[in-house]
Nanobody
Framework: VQLQASGGGLVQAGASLRLSCTASGRTFSSYHMGWFRQAPGKERAIVAAIRGSAGSTYYADSVKGRFTISRDNAKNTVYLQMNNLKPEDTAVYYC???????????WGQGTLVTVSS
């Protein structure tokens, strides 16, 4: 599966951004999808995830209440709505797909989010 992420940019603290990730494949609705981020000098970490079947979601504590992950299976797209952005949210954001229930193994190219104070 191929993933194409978009929507990053430079914003001020308190602003909002919406990231999008479009996937190839005919069975997108069955994929578990996730958003990860990697800040300079830090390891890649999960931000949010959404299951393919029930659509249940997971959020890292640092983004709970500010970020929302959603998906549109008709468009093969997963979104990450990011509100009240903080400088510490600055990172390259990656979308990922788990197509086999064995973990996130398909990765998009990353989109840079920069939040200025």
């Amino acid at each position: 599966v191929q993933l194409q992420a978009s929507g990053g940019g430079l914003v001020q603290a308190g602003a909002s951004l919406r990231l999008s990730c479009t996937a190839s494949g005919r069975t997108f609705s069955s994929y578990h999808m996730g958003w990860f981020r990697q800040a300079p000098g830090k390891e890649r970490a999960i931000v949010a995830a959404i299951r393919g079947s029930a659509g249940s979601t997971y959020y890292a504590d640092s983004v709970k209440g500010r970020f929302t992950i959603s998906r549109d299976n008709a468009k093969n797209t997963v979104y990450l709505q990011m509100n009240n952005l903080k400088p510490e949210d600055t990172a390259v954001y990656y979308c990922a797909a788990d197509t086999t229930n064995y973990g996130f193994r398909a990765w998009g190219q990353g989109t840079l989010v920069t939040v200025s104070s």
